[in-house]
């Protein structure tokens, strides 16, 4: 191991460090690993619980609107939610006013698997920014969601 590293942090070139985009980039990949392992034992992904979310906060919805959101590519999408309706969390109906498309709806279970992934996440979430006071953790969210050109929170 070379001086100035350990196991738990790698020495990152400084060069890539003055980039917001490349730290940016570095926490959420480590974020989205300790979430998707954390869940496992849940038997649901984060890209389930994505999903989940869309469809619990819009009510039904096409699965074409559910990809549009979420930029996910439908193929994709199509196998994540054969896995949700298996697990009894989406019901997927053919829509009446149009045959060819389907209407997801969240179930009750999947409305309960929603609390299970956000405690997860929150969890997880806090030993990520655990450095942070909860006033820093508040402003970074908040200058994201600028960055991002959303509205605060």
Do not use: N
Not at 53 to 81: N, Y
Not at 95 to 118: C, F, K, Q, W
């Amino acid at each position: 191991m070379l001086a100035g590293m350990s196991a738990s942090s790698p020495e990152r070139p400084r060069a890539l460090l003055r980039w917001p985009t490349y730290v940016m980039g570095q926490l959420h990949r480590s974020g989205v690993g300790r979430i998707d392992t954390a869940l496992a034992g849940h038997g649901v992904a984060l890209r389930d619980y994505y999903v989940l979310v869309c469809i619990g906060e819009s009510g039904p919805l096409s699965q074409q609107r559910v990809a549009d959101r979420l930029g996910l590519d439908r193929s994709d999408l199509v196998k994540v939610l054969d896995r949700l309706e298996a697990a009894g969390w989406v019901s997927r109906e053919r829509d009446t006013e149009d045959r060819r498309r389907h209407v997801l709806t969240l179930t009750e279970r999947g409305r309960a698997t929603v609390g299970t992934v956000e405690e997860v996440s929150s969890a997880v979430t806090g030993e990520l920014l655990a450095r942070l006071s909860p006033g820093e953790r508040e402003t970074l969210h908040r200058l994201l969601l600028k960055a991002f050109g959303e509205p605060p929170a």
